[in-house]
């Protein structure tokens, strides 16, 4: 596995390693407000062993929140938070990109207090959000979403600037940069596909309407920090929240064309991590990289020896991993020494509980905190 220890140049952001912390929501942002706290800096902290950090998803507005306790960019107080976390993930040696959120129709007024908002007024069939209420375990209850309702022009623009907001406020807080949502059924998902999308305006209809949104989103986030500080998420194969488009797949390659043109320094590959999912084909892969020239991320259930193969086969560029960080801090290094991975011991802390346990107390392998 030569190639995921090797460092990589994201344009003028040096990597120590190929290793991605890959987003993750945990809701542990203090209440009211949303805010990111010690706790949170703790934990991606520990974590900074990875080349890059993606944080959890983080919404640009209240509007655009769907999960109780995420935390948010819209706020002074949000930023302050944030840079609790920055301080201290630069101090690792590591670089951190914070993930740009909003949810769309993937929420629920006990939520936010708000209808949520979307392409069209069409309810995501089979899908639940969560709030906290007192339930056993601290455990998240879950709640079906509500039925949104459909944008106006004037929401569009005022969520574009939402996004441009959030970017800008991210880089105050000492981000490295940031990362477009547009992946796993979330808002601007939700237009980019024909079965959430209706829209008979110049937001609907063809593909070049529907990536429409992504490309003003990205554009104004490119505007507000430069285009070498942001990458964008996307989700092809990915079709749970009612998404199931059979146009995507080419959509999501003209999205492509089109964010190459914008010059942004990656696209983030959201893969299936379920073990019956779907592979990407080596055809979709190859067709990614010939209309895309920045960096190619892939997250999605890998091995550490899969990620590599794909390096040396020149597909990705760097490997995103998830679940494993969240057990163990360390996970690059445990990877180089062959030592053995830690469990995920309580699967009701993963969303919730607000507290450390299942959080920040997973062991090391090394106590002293010995880097790579």
Known sequence: MDHLFKPF????IGLKN??????????????????????MATYYHQRAVAGLIITEATQVSLQGKGYARTPGIYTSLQVDGWRKVTDKVHSAGAKIFLQLWHVGRVGSHLVNGLQPVAPSAVAAQGTSVYIFDGAPNGDATFVPVDTPREMSAEDIQSTVADFARGAANAIEAGFDGVEVHAANGYLIDQFLRS??????DEYGGSAENRIRLLLQVTQAVVDAVGKERVGVRLSPF????????????????LAAERLNELGIAYIHLCEADWDDAPQIPLEFRQRLRQVFAGAIIATGNKTPEEGDLLIDQGLVDLVGFGRSFISNPDFPMRVLLKKPLSPITDSHTLFGGGGAHGYTDYPFYLESGDSI
């Open 238 to 253: 990915i079709r749970f929240k009612d998404m199931d488009d059979p146009e995507i797949q080419p959509t999501i390659l």
């Open 195 to 200: 079965n959430s999308n209706l829209r008979t």
């Open 18 to 39: 190929r290793f991605v912390m890959a987003p993750m929501t945990r809701s542990r942002a203090t209440q009211p407000g949303d805010i990111p706290n010690d706790l």
């Open 9 to 12: 140049q994201l344009n003028d």
